[in-house]
C-alpha cells in the first residue's frame, strides 16, 4: 500500500495544477499538522506509520465538525459550510465508519464483559471497547451509542 502522506503530496500537487484553493489550502493545513505531530513524537527522520497519520487526519477532521457546529451555533453559515467542506476532503482519506450494528454488538460485548449496569461503568466499558474501535467510528458516536446501551441495560 503506498504511504499515506505520499498520497497527501501527490494530492496537493494535483489541486495546486487544477486550481482547486480549497482542496490545497486543507491539504496544506493536514500536511503541516502531520509534520508538527512528526516533531512531536520525534519521528522527523522516519516519519508516522499510515495509522499515526491517519490519527492525525481524524483529529483534523474532528476541529473541523466542531467549529461548524460552533460557526452554527453563532450563526455563520458561511463559516460552517467551509468547515464542512474542508471536513469532507479529510473524511475522503479516512477509512469508512463502522456500520450501525457492528457498532451496538462490540459496545454490547463490552458491556457483557465488564458487567456493567449503569452509566456509573461508562469508563470501564470505554476501556474494553476501544482498542476494537479505534480509527472505526467517531469517539462521539461512540460515547453517544455506549450511554444509550447502559441506559437499555439498567
Known amino acids: 500500500m503506498k504511504n499515506l502522506k ?3 503530496a501527490e494530492d496537493q500537487k494535483n489541486a495546486l ?10 491539504l496544506r493545513m493536514l500536511s503541516a499538522a502531520i509534520a508538527n505531530r ?5 519521528k522527523k527522520d522516519v ?9 492525525v487526519i481524524s483529529s483534523e477532521a474532528k476541529k473541523r ?4 457546529q460552533g460557526y452554527r ?3 455563520r453559515e458561511e463559516l460552517a459550510q467551509k468547515e464542512e467542506a474542508e471536513l469532507k476532503i479529510l473524511q ?3 477509512p469508512p465508519e463502522i456500520a450501525e450494528e457492528d457498532l451496538r454488538r462490540i459496545i454490547k460485548d463490552g458491556i457483557r464483559e465488564a458487567g456493567a449496569k449503569s452509566q456509573q461503568d461508562f469508563a470501564k466499558v470505554m476501556k474494553i471497547i476501544m482498542p476494537t474501535l479505534k ?16 441506559n437499555k441495560a439498567t
Open 65 to 68: 465538525k466542531d467549529a461548524a
Open 38 to 42: 512528526e516533531i512531536e513524537l520525534r
Open 17 to 26: 495544477k487544477e486550481g482547486d484553493t480549497l482542496r490545497l489550502s486543507t
Open 135 to 150: 480509527g472505526k467510528a467517531s469517539g462521539d458516536r461512540i460515547s453517544s451509542t455506549l450511554k444509550e446501551e447502559l
Open 47 to 55: 516519519g508516522l506509520s499510515n495509522q499515526e497519520i491517519l490519527d
Open 73 to 75: 451555533t453563532g450563526a
Open 6 to 8: 505520499d498520497k497527501i
Open 92 to 94: 475522503s482519506y479516512l
